[in-house]
């Protein structure tokens, strides 16, 4: 049986982004930089738009603004940033992208208003100490 190191195990394009992000404080970056790698697009652009989709909060639900808060991105607009490079880089090291050309792909622009604050729903009126309280069936056995 031959031997197998480690870096045999994983893609170049993996290799590449852990020998970019290699500082401890870069893993989540690394981790965005292999999503590039393993993203479905099959060309640069769609490997691009993917990231977009990945690093950006966007609503969940259909002209429903509030669900942005339920999308697994990073939320916060530098680590987005972030985000969308490192996962650009993935995808410039998986289509063999020069550097040059990696390093002119901008993220997405900042967002002129900021998401709408997050209300918590609104509880129907209590009651008055002196009312009894509607009787609510058990759903208990």
């Given at each position: 049986?031959?031997?197998?190191?480690?870096?045999?195990?994983?893609?170049?394009c993996?290799?590449?982004?852990?020998?970019?992000?290699?500082?401890?404080?870069?893993?989540?970056?690394?981790?965005?930089?292999?999503?590039?790698?393993?993203?479905?697009?099959?060309?640069?652009?769609?490997?691009?738009?993917?990231?977009?989709?990945?690093?950006?909060?966007?609503?969940?639900?259909?002209?429903?603004?509030?669900?942005?808060?339920?999308?697994?991105?990073?939320?916060?607009?530098?680590?987005?940033?972030?985000?969308?490079?490192?996962?650009?880089?993935?995808c410039?090291?998986?289509?063999?992208?020069?550097?040059?050309?990696?390093?002119?792909?901008?993220?997405?622009?900042?967002?002129?208003?900021?998401?709408?604050?997050?209300?918590?729903?609104?509880?129907?009126?209590?009651?008055?100490?002196?009312?009894?309280?509607?009787?609510?069936?058990?759903?208990?056995?």
């Amino acid at each position: 049986m031959e031997n197998v190191i480690p870096q045999q195990w994983a893609s170049p394009c993996g290799n590449q982004c852990t020998h970019k992000y290699a500082a401890l404080m870069q893993i989540p970056w690394r981790v965005f930089c292999k999503k590039g790698c393993n993203a479905d697009g099959d060309t640069w652009e769609e490997c691009l738009a993917e990231c977009d989709e990945i690093c950006y909060k966007d609503p969940v639900l259909k002209d429903q603004q509030w669900s942005a808060y339920i999308d697994r991105s990073p939320g916060a607009v530098n680590y987005s940033q972030d985000c969308f490079n490192a996962c650009v880089t993935g995808c410039g090291y998986k289509f063999e992208i020069c550097k040059e050309k990696v390093d002119q792909v901008r993220p997405r622009p900042l967002p002129s208003e900021p998401l709408p604050e997050l209300k918590p729903p609104t509880s129907p009126a209590a009651t008055k100490p002196d009312e009894p309280a509607e009787d609510v069936p058990s759903t208990s056995a």
